[in-house]
């Protein structure tokens, strides 16, 4: 009887430490990634190749590998995750798209005016700011009349006064002035 219960007291003391272990253990497995397809490669799976530069490629199929040599850019088959990611698919973030920015109004002061007098001129009513641009106008307008009048006199129509003409072919002018075709 004393071995009946030191063989029970072992079994509890074994389904004890069994159950003493967290429920949410999983096995980690080492995986590598494909460099043409970029899938998961577990143990026991693909193929590696190791070029002449000493550099290790390993692809999870020989179609993988046959079109890695064929130098076939994965871009442009569907079904690798680079043509996915090229192409957006199977993105599930939709509400993280970069928000743009809406551009704030500036105001900046004018040549001439500064931005004190652009703000007081806003500020104005309209009817104010047209009956200023009206007299604004009148007053250049008097000023384009008065010009001509007091401008140099018309000359008389017939012949006028030209200085002396400037001989026609080879004679001597001016220094730099005579030759015109390429030097």
């Known amino acids: 009887s004393s071995d009946l219960l030191k063989a029970r007291s072992r079994r509890q003391v074994c389904t004890r430490s069994v159950r003493s272990l967290p429920a949410s253990v999983t096995m ?7 460099n043409y397809t970029e899938y ?21 199929s020989a179609k993988a590998d046959a079109l890695f040599h ?24 939709e509400g993280a798209k970069k928000k743009t920015r809406k551009a704030q109004k500036f105001q900046k002061a004018i040549v001439g005016m500064s931005l004190d007098d652009l703000k007081k001129k806003k500020a104005q009513k309209p009817e104010l700011r047209q009956a ?49 075709g390429k030097k």
């Open 40 to 60: 998961r490669i577990f143990p026991g799976h693909g193929q590696k190749f190791i070029a002449k530069d000493a550099k290790v490629h390993f692809f999870i």
């Open 132 to 180: 200023r641009e009206a007299a604004a106008k009148e007053a250049k307008a008097r000023q384009a009349q008065k010009k001509p009048a007091a401008g140099k006199p018309a000359v008389a129509k017939g012949k006028a006064d030209k200085g002396p003409k400037a001989q026609k072919g080879g004679g001597a002018s001016a220094p730099g002035k005579a030759f015109k």
């Open 28 to 34: 980690v497995i080492k995986t590598d990634l494909c």
């Open 70 to 93: 064929q130098r076939i850019k994965p871009v442009k088959l569907r079904w690798t995750q680079a043509w996915r990611r090229m192409n957006k698919k199977g993105k599930v973030e």
